[in-house]
């Protein structure tokens, strides 16, 4: 199946700071969506972008498709922004019984400091 | 969008007791998808569950231990049979409306003892 990897695995930062995650994968995709969860679990929306450019206040993301990776901006870090960030992704060549699973990286950890 | 509710969102087992957990979605959807999370993990799919059709196991998942029930186009159950520790996890549902976004119920934060 496809592979993911996210980097880097954990970040520390200022609040205020920038930072840049990245997600690559291993094959083409239909799918690739930006989560972050919460100190209580919950996957939160970021992004769904399996292509091209958003950008949603603070956060913006960027997949270039034909280059199999996915950036994940964050600027004027803040403590809230503290959690899990995680890429996952739907394979193009993903059919049968393993239509519409989404495979998850290990995610990047990311602590904001007041 | 889709705005999924689960249920419990946490719980405390003994070992060797089972624990069915709810997730219902305001609209209707064709596939609903349920994910473990162990403890400092990412997330793993169980299972596919489909109306009307046996649910679809990934490797690793069996029907006896993680039976799954979909009875309608807006709610299924998961449930944790026979827990050990190590079924110790998140889990959370999640629907998809055709080949587009996926959403996530708040998840359920399961401890056994």
């Known amino acids: 199946g496809i592979q993911v990897e996210q980097s880097p695995p954990d970040l520390i930062l200022q609040e205020g700071a920038n930072s840049t995650l990245r997600c690559n994968f291993s094959d083409s995709v239909n799918n690739l969506q930006w989560f972050h969860q919460n100190p209580w679990g919950q996957l939160i929306n970021l992004f769904y972008i399996p292509s091209g450019t958003k950008q949603n206040g603070r956060l913006s993301a960027t997949t270039v498709a034909t280059e199999r990776y996915s950036l994940l901006y964050i600027s004027s870090s803040q403590t809230t922004d503290s959690g899990v960030y995680f890429c996952?992704?739907?394979?193009?060549?993903?059919?049968?019984?393993?239509?519409?699973?989404?495979?998850f990286g290990q995610g990047t950890i990311l602590t904001v400091h007041p | 969008s889709a705005v999924i509710s689960q249920k419990p969102s946490r719980d405390i087992c003994q070992r060797g007791t089972s624990l069915t957990i709810q997730c219902q979605v305001d609209s209707q959807v064709t596939m609903m998808f349920w994910y473990r999370q162990q403890p400092g993990q990412s997330l793993t799919l169980i299972a596919t569950a489909n109306q009307g059709s046996e649910a679809t196991y990934e490797s690793g998942f069996v029907i006896d231990k993680f039976p799954i029930s979909r009875p309608n186009l807006t709610f299924s159950t998961l449930t944790v049979s026979n827990m050990s520790p190590e079924d110790s996890s998140i889990y959370l549902c999640?629907?998809?409306?055709?080949?587009?976004?996926?959403?996530f119920g708040q998840g359920t934060r399961l401890t056994v003892v």
């Open positions: 996952a992704v739907v394979g193009s060549s993903a059919g049968g019984t393993s239509y519409g699973k989404l495979t």
């Open positions: 999640s629907v998809r409306f055709g080949d587009t976004e996926a959403f």
